[in-house]
């Protein structure tokens, strides 16, 4: 019964980690979302 309990607490830790990744992800979507944006303004509107 053991070896289940630890089973059960490795899928635990593996979501956890999952979960973790995808904020991770999420803000490195975000943060190069925004820099592109940025840099396509720079390059339309030099003037600015």
């Known amino acids: 019964m053991g070896t289940l309990t630890d ?3 490795l899928v635990a830790m593996l979501r956890t980690i999952e979960e973790e990744e995808r904020k991770q ?3 490195v ?3 190069h979302e925004e820099l ?6 720079d390059v339309l509107n030099p003037g600015k």
């Open 36 to 41: 592109v944006r940025k840099t396509l303004e």
């Open 25 to 27: 992800f999420d803000l």
């Open 7 to 9: 089973i059960n607490k």
């Open 29 to 31: 979507q975000k943060i």
